[in-house]
């Protein structure tokens, strides 16, 4: 009779243990709320039903997504919640192909004022982005109409994502703004190499945002950091093809904030047009924004056209765009304090390095060591 009572035991044990472990923890199933998942029926409403009734629940509410393919129109995932928010995609979402879809969206999967949240389970955020691609005219019109954004955390909190892929984006992959405490962890990013402003992650007016161990492989910037960021930690990122880690581009538009506290180490580049670049346009408005704090460590570089490059002549768009620009109207952008410390590796061109500073505000504290590309 011992065993028996000893394998009774550990049953009435497990079972106790998996209880406690769900105590507080509440499971939503997009399929619950009438979800299809055919990858034809607008499954919308159903999700937005299944995030609703998680979102009121206190505790750590699951909203459950098993796999099956899952037609989205834009949506908001909106908070505040009453508890720590949980979404487990294993299955695909796909975007409309038609902008019609988007109404005046100007994003796809917008997570709004959400504080604890953590995006995981395998899946994937299709954005369908080849059917919208060449209509796309930001590269060559500065008067241009931003295609959607596949997913934004807009003036989130406390955000993990982690397990996912982020596939063909419209424009921008992942979007951060206005938050704090974002984490970008493992999360795979892939569109063409000659998809327009597909970049990977783009951070602006956000503090506290690490993105680590992630595989970028987009048409543009792999990540990108904007106006208003600080303490941003960019580590063991593969970025390529792709046009590298920039920050900027600034000086665009009068009253941009500062960035400050950037961290890039142990990243690998392969193929990309550019490596580790920090950009901003001539001319500009006075005040102008004052970059800082910036540290590049530790990366290697495959075949990448310009591994180290500040460029205070960028224009965003075609040359002829920029033309109307004097030259003697140089950056008003201040960059100072950065350093470029063990950056090692293989240059596509003959120029590795290129430093082309304003002559309006020079850059100050530059520090190159250990450099051989």
């Not at 919308?44 to 995030?51: C, I, L, M, Y």
């Not at 063990?342 to 190159?368: D, M, Y």
Request: charged content about 20%; glycine content about 10%.
């Amino acid at each position: 009779m011992a065993f028996p009572l000893a394998a009774l035991f550990f049953l009435v044990a497990a079972r106790w243990c998996q209880q406690v472990a769900h105590a507080g923890r509440q499971v939503f199933d997009v399929m619950d709320f009438g979800a299809i998942a055919d990858g034809e029926t607008d499954d919308s409403k159903a999700f937005v039903r299944t995030w609703t009734k998680a979102c009121a629940s206190p505790g750590r509410p699951s909203v459950v997504v098993p796999k099956g393919e899952y037609r989205l129109h834009p949506m908001v995932f909106r908070g505040p919640c009453k508890g720590y928010m949980e979404l487990r995609l294993a299955g695909v979402l796909r975007a409309p192909d038609d902008l019609a879809a988007f109404r005046g969206s100007h994003e796809w999967i917008n997570f709004a004022n959400v504080d604890g949240l953590l995006v995981t389970g395998g899946g994937t955020f299709d954005g369908r982005g080849a059917s919208s691609w060449h209509l796309n005219e930001c590269p060559r019109n500065p008067n241009c109409k931003p295609l959607p954004v596949s997913i934004k955390l807009g003036c989130v909190r406390n955000v993990t994502i982690t397990g996912v892929t982020s596939l063909d984006s419209k424009f921008f992959h992942v979007i951060i703004i206005g938050s704090q405490d974002v984490a970008i962890h493992r999360v795979t990013i892939r569109a063409p190499r000659d998809s327009p402003n597909t970049d990977g992650v783009h951070i602006q007016g956000s503090s506290d945002v690490r993105i680590t161990d992630t595989a970028v492989a987009p048409g543009d910037d792999c990540v990108s950091v904007g106006p208003g960021s600080a303490d941003i930690t960019v580590s063991g990122v593969s970025c390529g093809p792709g046009h590298g880690i920039s920050v900027g581009s600034l000086g665009r538009r009068p009253g941009e904030e500062d960035v400050h506290g950037l961290r890039v180490s142990n990243c690998t580049f392969a193929g990309t047009t550019n490596g580790v670049r920090i950009k901003t346009c001539r001319a500009g408005v006075r005040p102008g924004s004052v970059v800082s704090g910036l540290v590049f460590e530790d990366i290697v570089m495959r075949k990448v056209r310009n591994p180290i490059i500040i460029d205070q002549e960028y224009c965003p768009y075609s040359s002829t765009s920029c033309r109307h620009e004097s030259p003697q109207l140089p950056s008003v952008v201040k960059i100072s304090d950065v350093k470029f410390k063990n950056i090692r590796g293989v240059s596509a061109t003959q120029v590795a390095v290129k430093l082309s500073c304003s002559g309006a505000s020079p850059c100050h504290g530059l520090e190159l060591r250990g450099t051989s590309t």
